[in-house]
Nanobody, 119 residues
Framework: VQLQASGGGLVQPGDSLRLSCVAS????????IGWFRQVPGKEPEGVSC????????YYGDSVNGRFTISRDNAKNTVYLQMNNLKLEDTALYYC?????????????RGQGTLVTVSS
């Protein structure tokens, strides 16, 4: 059972990136999938979540309007399209599988992919 996040990199302010979260060993559609980010010394921040059965989508205030989450169940993958990146978006991004977007905790967690926004 594994969640693999990828797609991070070094970009400039205003650029775009698309992160991928691929599930193996379980069916991603059975879970809500959330993206979190963390900067050293700070608490994790919820970025976005895509619900499973109800298909509701949530975004953090700091990314609303710039980031878009989507899921491709045929590929067992959830994407996070990040546009108009800002310096403060720099963080380690990781995905989690959880029972629901509004439930605490997670069932599975990926190892993360680093996004660095720098001029």
């Amino acid at each position: 059972v594994q969640l693999q996040a990828s797609g991070g990199g070094l970009v400039q302010p205003g650029d775009s990136l698309r992160l991928s979260c691929v599930a193996s060993g379980f069916t991603l559609d059975d879970y809500a999938i959330g993206w979190f980010r963390q900067v050293p010394g700070k608490e994790p921040e919820g970025v976005s979540c895509h619900g499973n059965s109800e298909r509701r989508i949530y975004y953090g205030d700091s990314v609303n309007g710039r980031f878009t989450i989507s899921r491709d169940n045929a590929k067992n993958t959830v994407y996070l399209q990040m546009n108009n990146l800002k310096l403060e978006d720099t963080a380690l991004y990781y995905c989690v599988a959880r029972q629901g977007c509004l439930t605490e905790g997670y069932i599975y967690r990926g190892q993360g992919t680093l996004v660095t926004v720098s001029s």
